[in-house]
């Protein structure tokens, strides 16, 4: 089907939809690790806590220790270390990697799935905006 042949594109709708693809890892005993848990991970980079990085994400503390927790299990290696010489955290180098890499890993399978979307799919399909880590393949 040609997407210049299907009346959608002439339908008047302003609106562009927008690719969303949701990815996480998994195991039997729950979630793992997903881009939630990614930006988590980077709110604490930027905050240096982890308190203000669930506030800013909207949920507690409680939620986000246990879910940092349970990838640390998972891993088998710690995600934060109190940060040196000041309250707070800092991500363990286990962590930078894992934010940067599934950021790069997000970014090649929504690029993928925007451009067969745009090939089979009768709309202008636009991507999804995206985090700095995301975008900066090299941070």
Do not use: C
């Not at 299907?6 to 979630?31: C, F, I, Y």
């Not at 709110?43 to 927790?69: D, P």
């Not at 109190?82 to 790069?104: I, Q, W």
């Amino acid at each position: 089907m040609s997407r210049t042949s299907t009346s959608a594109q002439g339908s008047g709708n302003p609106d562009k939809p927008v690719l969303r693809v949701h990815l996480w890892l998994e195991s039997e005993g729950g979630m793992l690790f997903g881009l939630g848990r990614a930006q988590l991970l980077e709110m604490v980079a930027l905050h240096g806590s982890l308190n203000q990085a669930a506030k800013v994400l909207g949920m507690s503390y409680r939620a986000a220790w246990g879910r940092i927790k349970r990838t640390e299990q998972a891993l088998g290696q710690p995600l934060l270390v109190k940060a040196s010489g000041r309250k707070g955290y800092e991500l363990t180098p286990l962590a930078g990697d894992l934010v940067r890499d599934f950021a790069v890993w997000h970014h090649e399978v929504e690029e993928f799935a925007l451009a067969r979307a745009r090939q089979h799919l009768p709309w202008d399909i636009k991507g999804f905006a995206v985090s700095p880590a995301i975008e900066e393949p090299g941070v």
